[in-house]
Nanobody, 120 residues
């Protein structure tokens, strides 16, 4: 079974930075895409950033330039560096992974979420 454990959330003032991390554990699996989604109160979950195994990335347009996603394949870990945070970035951030045991067949897995709160 693939398990995701997130860390790094918390309370920060406007303009501050946070770095989220998500460690993926389990046995005998391949990881394709890794990423982050977020969900603010009363809103739908939205994609923040995704990074594929080869390093290609995709960001939500509104977050380009402030957020940076990276991954360490050797550690099965994905990071999200968040800079110049704004109150509207307040949300629960969820780690997302596409993983599987057969090349080309991947399933989606989600972390439990980590709260990010940006005070004004």
């Amino acid at each position: 079974q693939v398990q995701l454990v997130e860390s790094g959330g918390g309370l920060v003032q406007t303009g501050g930075s946070l770095r989220l991390a998500c460690v993926v554990s389990g046995s005998d699996f391949l990881i394709n895409a890794m990423g982050w989604y977020r969900q603010a109160p009363g809103k739908r979950r939205e994609m923040v950033a995704i990074i594929w195994r080869g390093g290609n990335t995709n960001y939500a347009d509104s977050l380009k330039g402030r957020f940076t996603i990276s991954r360490d394949n050797a550690k099965n870990t994905v990071y999200l560096q968040m800079n110049s945070l704004k109150p509207e970035d307040t949300a629960v951030y969820y780690c997302y992974v596409e993983a599987g045991r057969v090349p080309g067949i991947f399933y989606a897995y989600w972390g439990q979420g980590t709260q990010v709160t940006v005070s004004s």
